[in-house]
């Protein structure tokens, strides 16, 4: 299999974690996709993934999974413990309804600010911005930070009583916010003792130990 990505970037770290959750790094070759230059969005790349965005998983049969969510799906089934997508049904549901609360309140949130409200990935692949767009949902992923502040006030992991994909979708908003110096409100302290806890994990450990490549 192999994943095109770009090492350090958020969406890709969240396939990165689930990989050596697995245990299956040495499954995949990692071929790295030049954001800044826009090779995301050359024609070579739209073939693999529509909407131009990483990671892109390609199996060995040439077919290729895009979305992050979707990519965590394939992997958890592929191999045994840990289970990050849930066991039973309510699990399964519970695990993408966080999932996706994630995307939508935090690390799309500050996806879209990085895109519209800073200079993001440069002039030549931000064709359209929109500052007030971004500074809006710049907003709603810190409203965002404070609500998962209060569900793990309540509960160990972003979806219940285990780790699982929800909580390494939080993850990446966690590293979306440093990459664009969004800091954690400090009175989010349940979130952020949980964030401490993540990175007791090898698999989010090794993932933020990542030097950026130049670009
Ligand atoms: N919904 C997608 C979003 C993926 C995404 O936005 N990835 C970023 C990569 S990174 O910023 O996390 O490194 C991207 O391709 N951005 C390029 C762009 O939006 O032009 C997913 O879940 O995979």
């Known amino acids: 299999m192999k994943i095109y990505d770009w090492p350090t970037g958020p969406y890709p770290a ?14 995949v070759e990692f071929v790295p996709v030049n954001l800044w230059k826009g ?29 992050c969510t979707a990519i965590t799906v ?3 089934a592929l191999a045994g413990e840990p289970t990050l997508t849930g066991r039973t049904p309510l699990e399964k ?21 990085f895109h519209h409200a800073t200079p993001g990935l440069g002039p030549d692949v ?22 998962f502040d209060g569900v793990l006030r309540k509960q ?8 699982s ?4 979708a939080v993850i990446g908003g966690f590293i979306f916010a440093k990459a664009v110096e969004l800091p954690i409100p400090q ?17 989010v450990r090794a993932q933020l130990a990542i030097v950026p490549p130049k670009h």
């Not at 695990?95 to 500050?110: N, S, Y």
């Not at 931000?126 to 609500?147: C, I, S």
């Not at 994909?165 to 390494?168: L, S, T, Y």
């Open 14 to 27: 969240r396939v990165r974690i689930a990989l050596a959750e697995k245990n299956l790094q040495s499954s």
């Open 126 to 147: 931000e064709v359209y911005q929109n500052q007030e767009w971004g500074l809006r949902q710049r907003d709603k992923a810190l409203r965002g930070m404070h609500y």
């Open 187 to 203: 009175e989010c302290e349940a979130l952020l003792t949980w964030f401490a806890r993540m990175q007791e994990r090898p698999s």
């Open 156 to 163: 160990p992991f972003i979806a219940g009583d285990a780790f």
């Open 74 to 76: 394939y992997l958890d």
């Open 39 to 67: 090779e995301h969005k050359r024609l070579a790349f739209l073939a693999r993934n529509y909407s131009g965005t990483l990671p892109v998983l390609e199996l060995d049969n040439g077919i290729c999974l895009a979305e």
């Open 165 to 168: 994909m929800a909580d390494i």
């Open 93 to 113: 549901g519970v695990i993408q309804m966080m999932t996706k609360r994630a995307e939508i309140e935090m690390l799309d949130a500050i996806s879209v600010y």
